[in-house]
């Protein structure tokens, strides 16, 4: 297919069994989110809370992320533990979790770019270099290092409140755990490189181009769409970043139509996680020995 004819709605139709396992591929990358998640949020309680109740919290909030600005997702998990966590430490953990979600994210990209276009041994230094710092940072403990920093400027009753988080002896993440992390989104992302693997033969235009770099220019414009804050999920800054970052590698045509496919794309994969795992809650209940959703 060429020119306007690959923009023709019906090749969606046509090559659907290909759709399909790119939504499934990519559900299976997203839903490795809910165990780095639950590892974070459990680092951080004395009593531990089963897989099924974090990923409760994470993909009910993953919603509302879709609206705008981006703290409706925690404030969501804050009302549900309300009686059973500290709003604080939820605070924490969904910043440990953005900061690392983040900054992995990135280091795949920028590695997988590098890999691709540049030189291998080159890209293996990077990623080494970018596990070495992540690793770092999360065994220091890095939003417990910034609250001691910053906390001098919020008011005096939020300053006493933060002082008292502000243990010395505050749980940092064990090298155990860490290499949880490290594995899980490693894992992801090759699920996520899969299915994006499939998009030339749902989008024949796409066949001359090297949807991995393709894949990993887009993560690169998601991190600077997610620093948005005033429209819903960086909503059209994404785009226009994928679009521009990606000007080298393909038709600007077959870029705009793929930014809005793989925004619509990533939009389906987590509403079907989000009714996967409302029905998985919902029928867990109605079980005579199910335990409760809530702590």
């Known amino acids: 297919m060429n020119g306007a004819a690959d923009l023709e709605p019906a090749f969606l139709l046509k090559n659907w069994p290909w759709l399909v396992a790119s939504l499934a591929l990519g559900a299976l990358s997203v839903y490795h989110c809910a165990p780095v998640f639950h590892i974070l949020l459990n680092a951080n309680l004395k009593d531990p809370v089963p897989l099924s109740y974090s990923t409760k919290l994470l993909f009910f909030g993953q919603v509302a992320r879709h609206l705008p600005g981006r703290f409706w997702g925690v404030l969501y998990q804050i009302n549900e533990t309300r009686s059973n966590m500290p709003a604080l430490l939820l605070v924490k953990v969904n910043v440990d979790y953005t900061l690392f979600f983040l900054s992995f994210n990135l280091l795949a990209a920028v590695t997988i770019t590098v890999f691709r276009l540049y030189h291998p ?8 270099g970018g596990l070495v710092v992540i690793t770092a940072a999360l065994h220091f403990d890095w939003f417990h290092v910034l609250l001691s920093h910053v906390q001098r400027f919020f008011p005096k009753p939020v300053r006493q409140r933060i002082q008292a988080y502000l243990d010395p002896n505050n749980h940092s993440y064990s090298t155990r755990n860490i290499a949880k992390l490290l594995l899980i989104s490693s894992s992801s992302w090759f699920f996520y490189l899969a299915a994006w693997a499939c998009f030339p033969f749902i989008y024949p235009a796409l066949e001359e181009t090297d949807v991995f770099v393709l894949c990993a220019t887009y993560t690169i414009a998601w991190a600077i769409g997610f620093v948005s804050m005033i429209v819903p999920a960086g909503l059209g800054v994404r785009e226009a970043a994928f679009v521009l970052l990606s000007t080298p590698l393909a038709d600007t045509g077959e870029l705009a139509f793929a930014a809005i496919f793989v925004r619509i794309w990533l939009l389906l994969i987590d509403l079907a996680i989000f009714a996967v795992t409302w ?17």
Not at 121 to 128: E, G, K, R, S, T
Not at 282 to 295: E, F, L
């Open 121 to 128: 041994a080159m890209a293996l230094v990077l990623l080494l």
């Open 279 to 295: 029905l998985f809650i919902t029928t867990t209940r109605r079980k005579p020995n199910a335990p409760p959703s809530r702590i």
